[in-house]
């Protein structure tokens, strides 16, 4: 569907064309239609699939259609910063038609420049709960002009403990309001809040669970202690782009790091250990390329969009369904391709079958040829004696470790199909 159909104002069109979008997504189709109407939308969709701008265009087109200036207007709450920061970019490219303003508040860095933007008059404001709460509390962020309410990834706000603020911040916002309320599953509490803070909602259920077909699966089943020698022969073998691993834990992340780093490659990582300004850098540095492998744990990268991500290596097979969509929803987004790889051990049994159900289709396993996969365990020392490019959970002897310059993009040996 050509994104004339929605006749939105044209001077968003000049937006979207600046995005570079030419068709409209299913989410996207079946979403903006409906907000522009006014009504409230409950959507089940999963990531890449364009839902940020199925919210934004409708509310950057109430917005410039009518009503005041210079007060907060729209409001979108969101799990994470780094998720806050995408959707600022997104309303910045599309609203660069028209003189709307956004605004992101969260914690972990100074409120000043945050209060500075509420004072400049941003219309919109993409926050975080409990920094929001402060600078509503503390008068500087005035909701009683809100009239699109926006909750985005409200499974995520609830696993990270934050409905009790999201309900507070629902009634600090007028009852008369338009709210869209997105989330890829529905445990019971996010009913409720649904509930209560959305009236007659359409429902729009996008591949729910399932996902993006434009990604491919593969298991590389690997005893625990030979994960990063398996991981770094991978990084080694195959023809990547920017390459997203995930790890479960923010210990294991920086150590995985390491490991990737002393192999050679351009590494960062993205965790909670890591201060604001540190994950700040991460995500740039991973996003123009300048490291070609980023470590994170779930909570950091969630719903990160990165157009450059290639493969999505699971260090460590994720707790639930849920996450093991969300992060390989890091790659293969809005039609692009990209792969998933599984470091799977004998625990891992069960989540394996889970997701072949989802999926409805066995998911491939796979081996990396004349690896030692019989190689014993190493001592258990954390320190010393390993030469760069050992790996620390031990594996076959390193390789010489290849020169940084080596690893441009589209580097290494071809690709393996
Ligand atoms: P999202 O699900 O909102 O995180 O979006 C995923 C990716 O899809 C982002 O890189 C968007 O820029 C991109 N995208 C969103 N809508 C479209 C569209 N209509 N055509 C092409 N790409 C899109």
Redesign the pocket.
């Given at each position: 569907m050509d994104f004339k159909q929605f006749q939105l104002d044209p001077r968003l069109m000049q937006g979207v064309q600046k995005?570079?979008?030419?068709?409209?997504?299913p989410i996207?189709e079946a979403a903006i239609p409906a907000a522009l109407r006014g009504r409230d939308i409950i959507g089940t969709a999963q990531?890449?699939?364009?839902?940020?701008?199925a919210f934004v265009l409708p509310i950057l087109n109430k917005l410039i259609s009518g009503g005041q200036r210079n007060v907060p207007r729209a409001l979108i709450v969101t799990p994470t910063r780094e998720l806050a920061e995408q959707i600022h970019d997104?309303i910045k490219v599309l609203s660069a038609g028209t003189k709307l303003k956004s605004v992101t508040i969260y914690g972990g860095v100074g409120a000043n420049p945050q209060v500075q933007a509420l004072r400049n008059g941003a219309e919109i404001i993409v926050a975080c709960p409990g920094r929001l709460l402060d600078l509503i509390a503390q008068g500087h962020a005035k909701m009683a002009n809100i009239e699109l309410l926006v909750l985005d990834e409200a499974d995520r706000m609830f696993d990270m403990g934050f409905l009790p603020d999201v309900r507070r911040i629902v009634k600090a916002v007028p009852e008369k309001r338009q709210t869209m309320m997105f989330s890829a599953t529905f445990p019971a509490d996010v009913e409720l809040l649904a509930k209560q803070a959305l009236k007659e909602p359409q429902k729009i259920a996008m591949g729910i669970s399932k996902p993006a077909h434009t990604v491919a699966h593969a298991l590389y089943p690997v005893p625990q202690h030979l994960k990063s020698a398996l991981l770094l022969e991978l990084l080694k073998r195959t023809d990547t782009n920017s390459v997203l691993v995930f790890t479960r834990t923010k210990h294991r992340a920086s150590r995985v790091a390491q490991q990737i780093e002393r192999a050679g490659f351009k590494v960062t990582s993205l965790h909670g250990d890591r201060s604001q300004g540190q994950r700040q850098s991460a995500l740039k540095g991973f996003k123009s390329g300048h490291h070609d492998i980023m470590v994170a744990t779930d909570i950091a990268a969630r719903?990160l969009?990165i157009?450059t991500v290639s493969h999505v290596i699971n260090y460590d097979m994720p707790d639930t369904a849920d996450a093991y969509i969300h992060r390989i929803g890091r790659t293969g987004?809005?039609q692009r391709t990209g792969d998933a790889f599984t470091l799977v051990t004998d625990e891992d049994k069960d989540m394996i079958r889970i997701l072949e159900r989802i999926m409805g289709a066995e998911l491939k396993r796979e081996t990396l040829e004349e690896f030692d996969y019989k190689a014993p365990a190493p001592p258990r020392s954390e320190s010393g004696g390993r030469g760069r490019g050992a790996p620390r959970d031990g594996g076959r002897p390193p390789k010489p470790a290849p020169t940084p310059k080596s690893y441009g993009r589209n580097r290494l040996a071809p690709r393996k199909k």
């Amino acid at each position: 569907m050509d994104f004339k159909q929605f006749q939105l104002d044209p001077r968003l069109m000049q937006g979207v064309q600046k995005a570079g979008y030419e068709k409209a997504t299913p989410i996207q189709e079946a979403a903006i239609p409906a907000a522009l109407r006014g009504r409230d939308i409950i959507g089940t969709a999963q990531t890449g699939t364009g839902k940020t701008a199925a919210f934004v265009l409708p509310i950057l087109n109430k917005l410039i259609s009518g009503g005041q200036r210079n007060v907060p207007r729209a409001l979108i709450v969101t799990p994470t910063r780094e998720l806050a920061e995408q959707i600022h970019d997104v309303i910045k490219v599309l609203s660069a038609g028209t003189k709307l303003k956004s605004v992101t508040i969260y914690g972990g860095v100074g409120a000043n420049p945050q209060v500075q933007a509420l004072r400049n008059g941003a219309e919109i404001i993409v926050a975080c709960p409990g920094r929001l709460l402060d600078l509503i509390a503390q008068g500087h962020a005035k909701m009683a002009n809100i009239e699109l309410l926006v909750l985005d990834e409200a499974d995520r706000m609830f696993d990270m403990g934050f409905l009790p603020d999201v309900r507070r911040i629902v009634k600090a916002v007028p009852e008369k309001r338009q709210t869209m309320m997105f989330s890829a599953t529905f445990p019971a509490d996010v009913e409720l809040l649904a509930k209560q803070a959305l009236k007659e909602p359409q429902k729009i259920a996008m591949g729910i669970s399932k996902p993006a077909h434009t990604v491919a699966h593969a298991l590389y089943p690997v005893p625990q202690h030979l994960k990063s020698a398996l991981l770094l022969e991978l990084l080694k073998r195959t023809d990547t782009n920017s390459v997203l691993v995930f790890t479960r834990t923010k210990h294991r992340a920086s150590r995985v790091a390491q490991q990737i780093e002393r192999a050679g490659f351009k590494v960062t990582s993205l965790h909670g250990d890591r201060s604001q300004g540190q994950r700040q850098s991460a995500l740039k540095g991973f996003k123009s390329g300048h490291h070609d492998i980023m470590v994170a744990t779930d909570i950091a990268a969630r719903g990160l969009d990165i157009e450059t991500v290639s493969h999505v290596i699971n260090y460590d097979m994720p707790d639930t369904a849920d996450a093991y969509i969300h992060r390989i929803g890091r790659t293969g987004r809005a039609q692009r391709t990209g792969d998933a790889f599984t470091l799977v051990t004998d625990e891992d049994k069960d989540m394996i079958r889970i997701l072949e159900r989802i999926m409805g289709a066995e998911l491939k396993r796979e081996t990396l040829e004349e690896f030692d996969y019989k190689a014993p365990a190493p001592p258990r020392s954390e320190s010393g004696g390993r030469g760069r490019g050992a790996p620390r959970d031990g594996g076959r002897p390193p390789k010489p470790a290849p020169t940084p310059k080596s690893y441009g993009r589209n580097r290494l040996a071809p690709r393996k199909k």
